[in-house]
């Protein structure tokens, strides 16, 4: 996933607009959502979606992912564009000449020594730092390594936001850390809390934990992104009359009209009843509708329903 556009998972132009970002995201959300499609491979599809979605949706770290790529969210935050491209000259620079060294090519300034004209680079601190000690281990200090971890949520914690406590083992043992889950996210969303990741060596930063949110099947809701799906049950005659009925959300009910001649697969669309968005425009919730009979009539509706049968010509499975 490091390696691939953001953009080109969403299949949207890197000029796109914030709605298309979002319309885009919802369009493979309904297509390959775990709830909706059983395939594996959709399953990792989604998680990318979301993932893609998640940076691109926010201005500041769209921005940044414009500004640096892939590596992001191991830029510092006060660094610009043009310094990080010429630290990474360098280290491409040292890595060429490191390999000369170890073949017996010396460099300037001797075996082991790189040099960049024009370059302002401390190689100790380049390599030491930007990663992770792995490519010049005893340089000085380490930053921490990120972590990831899975956060399971209900539906109404999704909505509402939530506070947890993330119980996390690591060579520096087990500990625990308070987070506060802002109202709104999204199955497969990451949340960064900075400075929660491993630890640093000799007194270098932490890195940074990233929470993936999960959100546990519902027994009322079914979610598409911030989309909520909810089924309407009616009476034959609520669906054929019309009405208006109450519906379940995780906000509090909500009143839907029914319009008369209902069938049943009907959607009925709240605006802006589904998962909120601090970013742009809340999801939607979508009440299907879904006809009810008496499972056993009584005596009198058994007689209005005969009634009914012998005065209506209603074929439903007539075909225009």
Known sequence: MADRDFYQILGVSRDASQQDIQRAYRKLARQ????VNSDPAAAERFKDASEAYDVLSDPKTRSRYDAFGPDFRQVPEDMDPQTWRRMQAGARAGARAGAGASSGRAGPGGPGFSYTPGGDIDLDELFGGLFGGRAGRGFGPVPGADQTTDIR???EEAYHGTHRTIRLTGEDGTRTVDV??????????????AGQGGRGSDGARSGDLYLVVRIAPHRLYRLEGRDLHVELRLTPWEAAL???VAVPTPGGEANVKV???TSCGRRLRLRGRGLPNTRGEPGDLFAEAKIMVPPRPTDAERDLLEQLAAVSDFDPRRRE
Request: aromatic share 4%.
């Open 242 to 244: 019309g009405t208006a």
């Open 259 to 261: 319009p008369a001649g």
């Open 153 to 155: 949520l209900t539906v």
């Open 180 to 193: 506060t889950v802002p109202p709104g996210v999204t199955d497969g969303q990451r949340i960064r809390v």
């Open 32 to 35: 390959y959502h775990p709830d």
